[in-house]
Nanobody, 124 residues
């Protein structure tokens, strides 16, 4: 079992920045950030593989969000810049211990472990 603890959410004006953190209690093969706005499905935002520098991003956040990990690869960060009101959502950290095809990396069903979520609100 892997426990994920997130922090760093909050409220910011459009154009501002926030940094989310997620610390895992054990080894994970892959970590990701998802978000879910009210009435919308959960959306994959960014992915980082523990053993490599490989990352993936949703088109909606490319060039604005950056996913990174600490040297111990237990904590994953999501630096969110140039935030827009449409970025408002509950943000969730997700992780898994096993490999899978890269095409599934932004799909929520690919992940077995989830954090409790942290709210991000961007005002116009």
């Amino acid at each position: 079992q892997v426990h994920l603890v997130e922090s760093g959410g909050g409220s910011v004006q459009a154009g501002g920045s926030l940094r989310l953190s997620c610390t895992a209690s054990g080894y994970t093969y892959i970590k990701a950030w998802f978000r879910q706005a009210p009435g919308k499905p959960r959306e994959g935002v960014a992915v980082a593989y523990t053993g490599t520098s490989t990352t993936y991003y949703a088109d909606s956040v490319k060039g604005r969000f950056t996913i990174s990990q600490d040297n111990a690869k237990t904590t994953v960060y999501l630096q969110m810049d140039s935030l827009k009101p449409e970025d408002t959502a509950m943000y969730y950290c997700a992780a898994d211990r096993g490999p899978s095809v890269a095409s599934r990396s932004l799909l929520p069903e690919r992940y077995n472990y989830w954090g409790q979520g942290t709210q991000v609100t961007v005002s116009s």
